[in-house]
């Protein structure tokens, strides 16, 4: 079975441009999760999408957002891009929420702002 | 809220020996998860072992084992025989049973095994 895939795995922005990241989570796998991975302050729970439907979301300003396909892909747009949102970004995909079942991992995507 | 506390920001040992992580966190939750992931250099993150609040037997595999002390939120990882692949970062994580998709992270604990 594919693992999760992310794409684009590296990418490169100015400040003030909007980026969008994509995920695809194991075939079967209906829950993804998304994490912001910096060196000063670790890794940061996004948001949590199930069912084209976002359960949860971590303290992240409005200019994160995301959404989810009936497919169960899933996209996250950061509008307005600062120089402190370079990071690695981790999707995370598991069956549903609240099954026994682990959030497994993407390769991520590198975000650099200049 | 929960917190997760890795208080080993570095460890080295040799190859061949045993090596001990810690963990500790905080949660006034009863039924939850912790997981110990690993994300070796430029790799991606991989789960290394998990251990439901609710079994008392210390989970195991392979060479990866936990010392789960549920009062006192304690949950340390075991390697023994550490070989050069383990060399990375691991994390200790925590999330809810029955809750948000969300795990909370400690800050890591960076593992080298030196030949």
Redesign the interface.
């Known amino acids: 079975k594919a693992g999760v895939t992310q794409t684009p795995r590296y990418l490169i922005k100015t400040r003030g441009q909007q980026v969008t990241l994509s995920c695809s989570p194991i075939s079967g796998h209906r829950?993804v999760?998304w994490?912001q991975q910096t060196p000063g302050q670790?890794?940061q729970?996004l948001f949590?999408y199930?069912s084209e439907t976002q359960?949860?979301k971590?303290n992240f300003p409005g200019r994160f957002s995301g959404r989810q396909f009936s497919n169960s892909r899933s996209e996250m747009n950061v509008s307005t891009l600062e120089l402190g949102d370079s990071a690695l970004y981790?999707c995370?995909s598991?069956t549903y929420?609240?099954s026994?079942d682990?959030?497994?991992?993407?390769?991520?995507t590198r975000l650099t702002v200049l | 809220a929960q917190t997760v506390t890795q208080s080993q920001p570095e460890m080295s040992v040799q190859e061949a020996e045993t090596v001990t992580l810690s963990c500790t966190y905080d949660t006034s939750e009863n039924n939850y998860y912790l997981?110990w992931?690993k994300q070796p250099p430029s790799?991606?993150?991989?789960?290394v072992i998990?251990q439901?609040a609710y079994k008392q037997q210390n989970a195991t595999e392979n060479r990866f084992s936990v010392n789960f002390q549920k009062a006192a939120k304690s949950f340390s990882l075991k390697i023994s025989d550490s070989q050069l692949g383990d060399t990375a970062m691991y994390?200790c994580a925590f999330?809810v049973?029955?809750?948000?998709?969300?795990?909370?992270?400690?800050?890591?604990t960076r593992l080298t095994i030196n030949p």
Request: proline share 4%; glycine share 18%; no cysteine.
């Open positions: 829950s999760s994490y670790g890794l729970f949590e199930f359960r949860n971590g981790l995370a598991s929420p609240g026994s682990t959030q497994y991992f993407g390769p991520g | 997981f992931y790799r991606q993150m991989i789960l998990r439901e994390f999330m049973i029955q809750g948000a998709q969300k795990l909370v992270f400690g800050q890591g």
